[in-house]
């Protein structure tokens, strides 16, 4: 069954692949859309030879949507520092989703157990104890129950 939808499956890329002629396309955009095509063809069609590779990339776009919906509400940052405080918090929060640690109690935990001042003094342990792997063994109260 696999074999013949692969089979299918390649018999259409191939067609597509046969309608990237810049004979066949006048517009400048229609040319551009061939020449970016044609380059990128390889990458789009990885999939066909590794199954480990998704067909879309839906996660990754999911993952981007709370940062930017962020940005178009509060209108981004406004200094450099700022953007990069964002970036560090939604890494840390997506990080936490990830490994289904509720992101709340983990930052709770994270910022009333080091104050600021002592972050500097942190032992290789302390700070190996915030790894996601390593936390969710420490903390189980605060994984995420699904």
């Not at 940062?67 to 406004?78: A, I, L, M, Q, S």
């Not at 289904?100 to 157990?113: C, G, M, N, Q, V």
């Amino acid at each position: 069954m696999f074999e013949a939808f692969q089979k299918q499956l390649q018999e259409v890329l191939e067609k597509m692949r046969n309608l990237m002629n810049p004979d066949v396309y006048r517009t400048k955009i229609h040319l551009a859309q061939i020449k970016s095509m044609r380059h990128h063809w390889s990458g789009l069609t990885l999939f066909i030879s590794d199954p480990e590779i998704p067909l879309d990339n839906n996660l990754a776009e999911r993952a981007l949507r709370t940062p930017v919906v962020g940005r178009k509400n509060f209108y981004g940052n406004h200094s450099d520092r700022a953007a990069e405080s964002t970036a560090i918090f939604y890494s840390v929060i997506a990080t936490c989703k990830l490994h289904k640690i509720e992101p709340k109690k983990f930052l709770k935990r994270y910022l009333t157990t080091y104050t600021l001042k002592e972050s500097h003094a942190l032992t290789q342990e302390q700070m190996e104890s915030f790894l996601p792997h390593k936390y969710a063994r420490i903390y189980p109260e605060d994984i995420i129950k699904s």
